[in-house]
C-alpha cells in the first residue's frame, strides 16, 4: 500500500495481533511504574511492521466485541466505540515517552506517530480482512463458532469508510 510505504515509518518488532487480552497487568511489579507492569503475551503473529501498527490495531479492537455476542457472527462491530483523538493522542505520547525514556517527546514526534496510526489504521483492515478470508475458505468456521467472512466484510466496508477519511 502506497500510503504506508511513503510514511517513511521506523520498523519495529511488533506484535501484529495486539488486542486489549493480549496484555497482562502485573501487580507485583507497581513499585517500578505502570509500563513495567504492563506485559504482552499471545505472539504468534509477531514479525517486524511500521511502529504504529499495533497501535492502529489496539485502536480497532475497541470497536469489537466479542464475549457477549452470543450468536453468529459471534462478534459485533461498533465503530462510534473508536477511541476518540484525544485518547489516541495520549497513548502516542505514551509509546514514545516508554520508547525514548523521557517525559518530553516533541509535538512534532506525536503529531508524526498519531498520522503514522491513521495510516497504519487501513493497513490493519485490510490485514484483518484477508485473514478472515483465508479462515473462512480453510474451513475454520467449521471447527470454531465464528463468523470469519462477516468478519472480514466488516474489516473491509472499516477500510473503505476510513480510506475516504484518511487519504483525502
Known sequence: MEATANLKSEVVFSHNGLTAGDILYLPEKEETGLLASLKLIDFEYSAYNYRAYDLSMLFIECCIEYRAVRTKPWFLLKDTDYPIPETRKQICRAYLMARSNTENPTQADEDRLFHET?????????????????????????????????????????YKKKKKLRLQ
Open 118 to 158: 491513521e495510516i497504519c489504521e487501513l493497513a490493519v483492515h485490510l490485514v484483518w480482512a484477508i485473514w478472515g478470508v483465508d479462515q473462512h475458505i480453510r474451513g475454520e468456521g467449521e471447527t470454531i463458532p465464528f463468523g470469519y467472512l462477516e468478519y472480514a466484510v466488516a474489516h473491509l466496508e472499516e
